[in-house]
């Protein structure tokens, strides 16, 4: 099944940042001559995705700005013989891109849900915008290579996982597998269960998700029930996908690559260093 839209939740503020997201978002933070938000574009347009969801917070409009077209700067890169430069601005002319606000943090779930009137595909791609993974594919190459390998007629959700050390457990969202699944291989895991931080002695796995999604349309509505009973508290996907693991198939993919976490000051040193 083809995915042509994607979410790309990004209205957190930076704070591991500051100062300098006090005047640029973190999204916008250079590596070589393109920033985070332009790789994880990048990514989506490498599947064929063209039609993107920026959830942002007040103050962050230089984010979708970045792809916006500039007829007075491709003219004059146009009369100059820039033409490498006019040709790399071009290429999101035919990218659909939207933007919603998040004006309250109350989780993940709770930044998808602002986006839930703009999907219109039976699939979705969610890309948060911290995780990059460098390797001979991407890691939503990797999420729809192994999507289009499950059987016809299922409609599940599949998330992109990583081994991680069990001491480190409690940094994430950990899968329990079946693995007397059919589909369950190397890297392929049927998910049987799903647990939120848990300590090191009560993980089921040491398998941890990490930023990036394929998921149903109607996961959209599990989102909004738990809205509407959360009191104020945070929404999250993970919670969402516990709710419909007896009624929908989850599965997992063990990337392949090494992961670039840009999210903290160490991690995107790393990338620099690794992609610039």
């Known amino acids: 099944m083809k995915v042509t839209q994607a979410i790309l939740p990004v209205a957190g503020l930076g704070t591991r940042f500051l100062p300098w997201t006090k005047v640029v978002p973190k999204e916008l933070l250079p590596i070589g001559n393109k920033p985070i938000i332009g790789l994880l574009v990048d990514e989506c347009l490498s599947v064929g995705i063209d039609d993107i969801c920026f959830v942002?917070?007040?103050g962050k409009e230089a984010i979708p700005q970045y792809f916006y077209e500039m007829p007075e700067l491709e003219a004059e890169l146009d009369s100059r013989g820039k033409?490498?430069?006019l040709e790399d601005l071009k290429r999101y002319d035919n990218v659909k891109f939207h933007v919603v606000y998040q004006q309250e943090m109350?989780?993940?779930g709770h930044a998808l849900l602002h986006a839930a009137d703009w999907i219109k595909s039976d699939m979705v791609a969610?890309?948060?915008g911290d995780d990059l993974i460098h390797g001979k594919q991407n890691g939503l190459q990797q999420l729809v290579a192994a999507y289009d390998h499950?059987?016809?007629?299922?409609?599940?959700?599949?998330?992109?996982?990583q081994d991680v050390p069990r001491e480190a457990v409690s940094k994430y969202g950990i899968v329990d597998i079946d693995f007397d699944h059919p589909q369950h291989h190397e890297r392929l895991k049927k998910i049987?269960?799903?647990?939120?931080?848990?300590?090191?002695?009560h993980a089921p796995s040491t398998f941890g998700i990490v930023g990036k999604y394929i998921i149903p349309r109607n996961l959209f509505?599990?989102?909004?029930?738990?809205?509407?009973g959360s009191h104020g508290g945070e929404v999250r996907l993970i919670d969402a996908l516990i709710a419909e693991l007896g009624t929908m198939h989850v599965y997992g993919y063990v990337f392949e690559g090494h992961r670039l976490d840009t999210g903290t000051p160490e991690g995107y040193k790393e990338a620099v260093q690794v992609l610039g």
């Not at 049987?192 to 002695?201: C, L, Q, S, Y």
């Not at 509505?221 to 509407?228: A, G, P, S």
């Open 106 to 108: 109350k989780g993940d």
């Open 221 to 228: 509505r599990i989102l909004q029930t738990l809205e509407k």
């Open 126 to 128: 969610v890309l948060f």
């Open 192 to 201: 049987k269960g799903m647990v939120e931080k848990p300590k090191p002695e």
């Open 150 to 161: 499950l059987p016809e007629g299922e409609k599940p959700a599949m998330l992109c996982l």
């Open 83 to 85: 033409l490498h430069m």
């Open 56 to 58: 942002i917070s007040r």
